[in-house]
């Protein structure tokens, strides 16, 4: 029979790691004993509900917030539920007995975690946290080994201990304590580690006692020389490891000295300038046969062969190399270097007899010196499991595939695949050419505020701040100071800034934070002057990251593969009517495709309802994401193109200080411009004369009081005008055919993100 439970400092852990990752606001107090003795219980701040044992704690620790730790469904959370019981039921039993092997769990986890991230989904959850816990400590006895007979067992165990702020430190042993969360709407529960005091012994079996105690006593003296057994094994492990460390880790080394060796590691503390003339990874060509050259990169990986040669894979931007170390010290420390690290290179430029894989495959480096200038810890993930293509992924469903979250998490890391590194280039590209084509034709780049005193439209998805004495709010768009500004005889300008947008919304194409391209000018006729300019724009966007940005293309396409974007120069333009029109008398064909390949009966539902709904879609109807998308296909289909303007829109689905279309008021001088079947920028001619806007802004029920100083810009004399506001990711997104807009924003922001 099992003995009974007791409450040991690893359950403490395990509480206070879900509080934390929670993000629970707790105090730490002494505790007193409990009537049900070593198990640990949980009490609702108002008293009434009380929980024992470790799982029902740590379940509802991990609902108390939304903060993903039971799964993001149903399956998710049963699987969690499966997982916890598994580790309660299974994995502490077995570690209960004086040095039970790992191997065991080891085994289990193993098969499970060939091709996961983690236990239960693409993010870390309270099955994690709680079997860390419980799977650390043996872990640590006999590392080296298990690390080479169960390396995905190990890489979850890193990548977890990370997510929790283990790996730098040892967590502390916690004595016995209670848990005690603050006050808040939702109430958390108190989480109560007890004391367990060992019972006095009765006189009936102090004889007992007595008879067994040399068995005891022998038991006792075996356990204790197999402990100091293991770890005096576990010591003369670290002692090689130690050992074996300070043999290839190298002198360190200054500016001031560093010539003196051949290799070493660098600190650069700016003692001097050197002089050295630097050459870039993808300027590595044949042409510089020959040449000695001074190269800083990362190492992307080693490959020892023998005791005096070793291969190191450099990597910098999007370019690759591989260099060749030969000579036992200077082999030795570059083949003991972390991935990711960072050196500085002397070496001579030389044609390899075979091609190499990397992307300067004509040469290769025949290394001179070498020093370590940023030595990399242990990675959070591989950076060949984020760099995978989803056509490997999709040959092999046993290869790991990092899961958003993981990745975003990590983002540093995972910034540094070829993919995000060409990502993040072609955004650099659109702003400039965004900003280059304006400049050129006139237009002045303005910075409007963004903390306002009132929403920016009038709207309620606002961030609300506190602001001295008051309160402000971050603005939605720079879109009434634009206006403004043109009111100033500034005849056209545009902003690069922030949008914040409180909307709590989770999709692929939706942030709280992006980045907007706006602009605004005065027209002389007709706003469709405007559309012009808005045409010609994308098109030079459009065509300078076609031509200048072929390697970034290309590194993004080998992970993501998508097809190049058609568009025409003029684009096509329809007007909402007819945009409806070909809605409803194409789009059901497009449906009913996807009808047929439904994978199960709520798609088939979802499906079938959106085809009805697409056969009668009224030409006054707003449009939605997934009309929008049918309507896309249909004009790929129709007209073979991919960017398209559609131009006036129904009033009812318009801001107030949009211009009525003169001819028909149901109608407005407004246009949405698309982008492979999705939305990507919005604007209209704006209201002008300060009479019609306050009567279009009080038929709408809009108070204008507290913009009014956007009101009395336009008494003075204004301009007629139009402009437009673009989501900067939402394009690079769709020009790249991505499939969510967090991949296309360095460091995103939506409803349950705000770090890192």
């Known amino acids: 029979m099992a003995p009974p439970p007791v409450v040991t400092s690893e359950m403490l852990q395990k509480v206070t790691a879900v509080i934390q990752r929670a993000g629970l606001d707790v105090d730490i107090s002494a505790v007193k004993e409990t009537v049900v003795g070593g198990v640990p219980v949980a009490e609702f701040a108002t008293g009434d509900v009380v929980l024992r044992h470790s799982v029902a704690i740590l379940r509802r620790l991990a609902q108390t917030r939304e903060c993903g730790l039971m799964g993001t469904s149903f399956l998710e959370e049963g699987q969690v539920d499966s997982w916890l019981q598994w580790t309660s039921l299974e994995v502490e039993h077995h570690f209960a007995l004086p040095g039970a092997p790992a191997d065991v769990i080891c085994d289990t986890l193993e098969k499970h975690l060939k091709s996961r991230t983690f236990l239960v989904g693409q993010r870390l959850t309270v099955a994690d946290i709680s079997l860390v816990m419980s799977l650390r400590t043996p872990v640590e006895k006999n590392f080296v080994e298990l690390q080479k007979t169960y390396p995905a067992t190990i890489r979850w165990l890193r990548t977890c201990t990370h997510h929790l702020g283990l790996a730098e430190s040892a967590v502390a042993k916690p004595t016995a304590q209670v848990v005690k969360p603050a006050p808040a709407k939702t109430p958390a529960p108190t989480v109560k580690e007890a004391k367990v005091e060992t019972p006095a012994k009765s006189a009936a079996t102090e004889e007992v006692a007595s008879s067994g105690g040399k068995k005891d006593e022998k038991k006792k003296a075996k356990e204790d020389a197999k402990r100091a057994k293991e770890e005096a094994k576990k010591q003369a492990e670290e002692d090689r490891k130690a050992a074996a460390d300070a043999k290839f880790r190298g002198p360190d080394v200054t500016l001031d000295n560093f010539e003196e060796h051949a290799f070493g590691n660098l600190m650069i503390q700016s003692q001097r300038k050197t002089g050295r003339k630097w050459t870039s990874v993808k300027l590595l060509t044949p042409a510089l046969k020959d040449q000695q050259v001074w190269v800083r990169a990362r190492v992307q990986g080693t490959r020892k062969q023998g005791g005096k040669l070793c291969f190191l894979t450099l990597r910098m931007e999007l370019a690759t190399v591989q260099a060749v170390v030969f000579g036992q010290e200077i082999a030795g420390f570059s083949g003991a270097l972390p991935d990711e690290s960072v050196v500085d290179i002397f070496g ?3 044609a390899p007899e075979v091609a190499t894989s990397c992307s300067q495959s004509e040469v290769e480096i025949n290394v001179e010196k070498i020093f370590c200038i940023g030595r990399s810890k242990p990675l959070p993930l591989l950076l060949a499991d984020a760099s995978r293509s989803e056509a490997d992924l999709a040959k092999d469903p046993s290869l790991i595939r990092v899961g958003r979250d993981v990745r975003l998490d990590n983002r540093i890391i995972d910034l540094r695949t070829n993919s995000s590194q060409g ?82 919304s989770m999709t692929h194409r939706h942030m709280t934070e992006f980045t907007g391209l706006d602009l605004e000018m005065t027209f002389k006729d007709h706003y469709s002057e405007v559309l012009d300019v808005l045409d010609g724009l994308f098109n030079h966007i459009f065509e300078g990251l076609s031509t200048q940005f072929a390697a970034e293309r290309e590194a993004v396409r080998q992970q993501y593969p998508f097809e190049d974007l058609k568009w025409k120069y003029p684009c096509l333009k329809l ?114 004369e300060p009479q019609m806007l306050l009567d279009k802004a009080a038929s709408m029920g809009v108070d204008l009081k507290p913009i009014q100083p956007y009101v009395d810009s336009f008494k003075y004399g204004a301009y007629p005008h139009a402009g437009a506001g673009i989501g900067l990711e939402r394009v690079v997104m769709l020009f790249l055919n991505c499939s969510n807009i967090r991949m296309t924003s360095m460091f995103p922001r939506d409803p349950k993100r705000l770090t890192p």
């Open 348 to 350: 001579k430029v030389v």
């Open 575 to 688: 007007k909402y009517p007819e945009a409806i029109k070909l809605l409803r008398e194409k789009g059901p064909a497009v449906v009913e495709e996807k009808l047929k390949t439904a994978a199960n009966d709520h798609e088939k539902k979802v499906f079938q309802a959106h085809l009805e709904s697409v056969k009668v879609h009224d030409d006054e109807e707003d449009i939605s994401t997934e009309d929008e998308k049918v309507l896309g296909a249909v004009i790929k289909q129709e007209f073979g193109e991919e960017f398209y303007i559609i131009d006036k829109f129904p009033k009812a689905v318009r801001p107030f200080y949009t211009m009525a279309d003169p001819q028909d008021d149901r109608w407005t001088n407004s246009y949405d411009l698309f982008l492979r079947g999705e939305e990507i920028t919005s604007g209209a001619q704006r209201i002008h």
């Open 423 to 504: 990502i993040m280039r072609i955004q650099s590209g659109v702003c400039r050419l965004f900003r280059d084509f304006l400049t050129q034709r006139g237009f002045v780049e303005i910075h409007t505020p963004k903390m306002i005193a009132t929403a920016s439209e009038g709207g309620a998805d606002v961030f609300k701040l506190n602001y001295f004495d008051g309160h402000a709010f971050l603005a939605q768009s720079p879109q009434l100071y634009k206006q403004m500004a043109l009111m100033t005889d500034l005849p056209k300008v545009f902003e690069i800034g922030p949008v914040f947008r409180s909307e709590n």
